[in-house]
């Protein structure tokens, strides 16, 4: 969404075509083997994956939308990833103190003011990306240009006869890595956890990607053919709701459960209990992927009752990308390592912040196969 009022989100659709999603495999699994092998350095110790993760897809989820080179995994104390995290937590302290509400109050803060550093940390870096592919499309000149990721539809894209400007261009590709960095990282995290919770689950997905020849798991017709690491990543973004809550405004008088809401009303949707309601999902706070294997009848019959990235004209455009990452991510690092938790962890605390968190954090170790 665009916050100048001009929309291209239609524009950016083009950037997520099947042809094109399939194109970023290769790119996602160099990314992939990058996190592999930081993993293997860690030499079966156990570690919180939540920094290791948000590294790796900050640099895959660049590469494939941008087309440039960050390489934060190869860097220890990234200012770029600092900027990221820093961002979201001041952002998330806003959204939860109603007096932050008002700009003007807002921006009287120290809040605002260690907020506007972090965000000048990655415009900053964003306008010089932008500029860079801005320049070398212009040095095309006349001849065709094809989009080949987000950003070259952005640039290209025209709404009305015009180009978009530079600060859309910009707030388009923040607002899509933002979101896609911290929602991936975090749904990646849950995998994670889910499987060394459930050994069982671990060890069936095991068994399915063994019928796979070595080196086929970076193609996406495959692993879009397998059913138990699908039905996986659909209990884990049932189970863990990534995004707890999602709000719509009312355009007009609206009747829902017998109460009218007039024009103009936010209503927020509460997609983390959906998700664990029984008259769905039997069971609803038991991990079973086997419930995808075969749906329901009922979940077959009411629609929106699962919805992990939202549901209507508003659903979230990038799901098909971010299962492409999902899916390669886990078919490489499950083929590569066995893992557990750490002896001991207590039962995670959930957290409803900008994504769905733990309070504990997630440790992992990582056995070589």
Same mark, same amino acid.
């Given at each position: ?106 921006? #009287?803060? &120290? $809040?605002?003011? *260690? @907020? ?5 940390? !990655?415009?900053?870096?964003? +306008?010089? %990306? ?71 689950? #671990?060890? &069936? $997905?095991?068994? *399915? @990607? ?5 080196? !086929?798991?970076?193609?996406? +017709?495959? %692993? ?146």
């Amino acid at each position: 969404m665009a916050p100048t009022g001009r929309s291209s989100g239609g524009s950016s659709l083009p950037a997520f075509r099947p042809t094109l999603l399939r194109s970023f495999a290769p790119s996602v699994a160099k990314h992939a083997d990058r996190l592999i092998q930081r993993l293997e350095e860690t030499r079966g110790s156990f570690l919180e994956v939540t920094d290791p993760l948000f590294a790796c897809l900050l640099d895959a989820i660049v590469d494939t939308s941008m087309g440039e080179q960050l390489e934060t995994q190869s860097v220890a104390h990234s200012p770029i990833i600092k900027a990221f995290h820093r961002s979201s937590q001041l952002l998330f302290k806003r959204m939860i103190n109603p007096l932050l509400a008002s700009d003007w109050v807002f921006k #009287q803060t &120290r $809040l605002w003011r *260690e @907020l506007s550093e972090q965000l000048q940390v !990655i415009h900053t870096l964003m +306008d010089s %990306l932008i500029d860079r592919r801005s320049a070398q499309l212009q040095q095309q000149g006349n001849e065709p240009r094809k989009a080949l990721n987000l950003l070259d539809t952005l640039l290209l894209a025209k709404i009305d006869g015009e180009p978009l400007s530079r600060k859309e261009i910009r707030d388009e590709i923040n607002t899509f890595v933002f979101a896609g960095v911290d929602t991936t990282t975090a749904a990646m995290s849950f995998v994670l956890y889910a499987l060394a919770m459930n050994p069982e689950a #671990q060890d &069936r $997905l095991q068994e *399915e @990607l063994r019928q796979l020849p070595l080196g !086929i798991s970076i193609d996406l +017709d495959t %692993l879009n053919e397998l059913p138990y690491l699908d039905a996986l990543l659909k209990e884990v973004l049932r189970m863990y709701t990534i995004v707890p809550t999602t709000g719509r405004q009312t355009t007009r008088s609206t009747v829902i459960g017998g109460r009218t809401y007039c024009a103009g009303v936010t209503l927020w949707i509460n997609m983390y209990g959906l998700a664990h309601d029984a008259s769905y999902f039997p069971d609803p706070y038991v991990f079973k992927p086997e419930r995808w294997m075969q749906e329901t009848e009922l979940q077959a019959e009411v629609p929106f009752s699962y919805i992990p990235f939202s549901g209507g004209p508003h659903v979230c455009i990038g799901r098909r990308y971010a299962l492409l990452l999902m899916k390669l991510l886990t078919a490489r690092i499950a083929r590569a390592f066995q893992f557990e938790l750490r002896p001991g962890q207590p039962e995670l605390t959930l957290q409803a912040q900008m994504v769905l968190k733990t309070r504990e954090g997630i440790h992992l170790a990582f056995t070589k196969r």
